[in-house]
């Protein structure tokens, strides 16, 4: 309600202080879905050798085709057992001095390779791929009609020649594939764009990513996981969306981190004007009565206004009847966690009035109205911090990209801090949350 009333007198935008925060996510891209990204992008012809020339004349052709879905295997050390079937058609010439007779065969093998894994501070994925042997599965044979002639053991040192370049491919083809980049920019440039955390107010939250950090990622049975780390700027505005940050076309190198903290504290703003704190108090107190003495003589407020000193916020109360003056109650703003409102602790009280009455009259009045507005004024936040924590639940719940999805929990959201200004109180609220970056179903 009094959100409410605030927007209906603050039609104009308010901009709060820009707060520094940090926040961390884990990520998780199970190892089936590099598996599939894999076999997505390594496909058709591997290798091919079509001249009988190259290679020191070597008069040798082969054409290396994947025959099967490529199996990826974690291994320990942040590791990977590559295990690549192919199809492999390869054609001999056998002579000299520039005679030759070709022979070709067709034939099988699972190729086995294991690669390291490194994700560079520029988000390059790079491997270093070593061969691990190769299993046959059709074995090549020289057909003459009537007479077939095995050639396994003739053809290993060749094939395995093959297979020691067929490291750089496999290696060249994971760089080419694994671009994170354009991926990473969308889901950041998305990610900056303004939250609209409180319809109902018309607040929105506006993040700015700074810095990015990043963990060595670490490879287990299904799963490769590694903790994104962020520092940056949030601000609320009030009243209108904000300009959204310039739109960025080049994704910031990380900077690696052996341990990121799993903690997510992003700090935003809530502003109150104390044009708005006076509106409320007037609702509340403006022309209450209380007793002293005399029934016939009572005390009434006729006007209240709010605004701040120092650190404090005072409450000039304009007051007729047995005491007709102007009444200073002055406190400390705090957040009551059990009240959920901006409430004044460590009050202190100071009359300025031309009656002369006796000084317990003036002590019991202390007292009074002490408790009817020192004690029972308060600014409530608890509709505020409601719909705020379920717009944010919202963005923390959903697909950035296509593949890329957040998935998280807003555990805490409250006020931590009151700052003072000359036209209005600034309370700091923090979120406390948990987040998980997931792929799932991304296409490279």
């Known amino acids: 309600m009094f959100a ?48 009988y020339t190259d290679n020191d004349n070597d008069q040798f052709k082969v054409r290396v085709v994947k025959s099967d879905d490529i199996k990826l295997t974690s291994l320990k050390d942040n590791r990977f057992l590559i295990e690549v079937p192919l199809e492999i058609w390869a054609e001999q010439g056998y002579g000299g001095l520039g005679y030759y007779v070709y022979q070709d065969t067709n034939f099988n093998v699972v190729m086995k390779f294991i690669s ?10 790079r491997t270093q791929t070593q061969t691990h042997g190769f299993d046959w599965t059709v074995k090549p044979v020289l057909d003459y009609g009537t007479i077939k002639i095995p050639i396994a053991s003739m053809i290993e040192k060749t094939l395995k020649e093959q297979q020691n370049r067929f490291t750089e491919v496999i290696d060249e083809k994971i760089q080419e594939s694994f671009d994170l980049k354009p991926y ?159 409430v004044l602790t460590q009050i202190d009280f100071k009359l300025k009035t031309r009656n002369i009455f006796q000084k317990a009259v003036a002590s019991l009045f202390e007292r009074r109205i002490k408790r ?11 509709d505020l911090i409601a719909t705020s924590k379920k717009s944010l639940t919202m963005s923390f719940n959903k697909e950035y990209f296509p593949g890329i999805y957040l998935n998280g929990r807003v555990n805490e959201f409250y006020p931590s801090q009151i700052l003072l200004f000359h036209r209005n109180m600034t309370v700091v609220m923090d979120t406390q949350a948990n987040l998980q970056l997931r792929v799932d179903g991304l296409s490279f």
Do not use: C
Request: glycine share 4%.
């Open 184 to 342: 990473l920019l969308a889901v950041w440039n998305n990610f900056s764009a303004p939250i609209h955390i409180s319809e109902e107010y018309n607040t929105w939250l506006k993040i700015t990513p700074e810095t990015v950090y990043m963990s060595p990622l670490k490879i287990s049975a299904d799963q490769v996981q590694a903790t994104l780390g962020l520092d940056l700027y949030s601000e609320t505005f009030i009243g209108k969306i904000p300009a959204p940050n310039a739109f960025r076309v080049a994704f910031p190198n990380f900077i690696e981190k052996e341990k990121l903290n799993s903690d997510f504290n992003l700090k935003t703003t809530a502003n109150i004007s104390f044009e708005q704190a006076t509106a409320l108090a007037r609702a509340q107190f403006l022309g209450q009565e209380f007793v002293l003495t005399s029934e016939k003589n009572k005390v009434r407020i006729t006007d209240v206004k709010v605004y701040s000193e120092d650190l404090y916020v005072v409450i000039e109360a304009e007051t007729e009847g047995e005491i007709t003056g102007t009444s200073y109650i002055k406190g400390f703003p705090v957040y009551d966690r059990e009240k959920q409102k901006i």
């Open 4 to 51: 409410s009333f605030v927007m209906a007198q603050s039609p104009e935008i308010h901009t709060f202080p820009k707060i520094k925060s940090h926040i961390t996510v884990p990520i998780s891209i199970p190892v089936k879905e590099i598996n599939s990204l894999i076999n997505g992008s390594v496909t058709g012809v591997l290798y091919e050798d079509n001249s």
């Open 372 to 382: 009817t507005i020192g004690e029972e004024y308060g600014i409530p936040m608890e």
């Open 116 to 125: 390291s894994v490194e994700l560079q501070p520029d988000w390059i994925l």
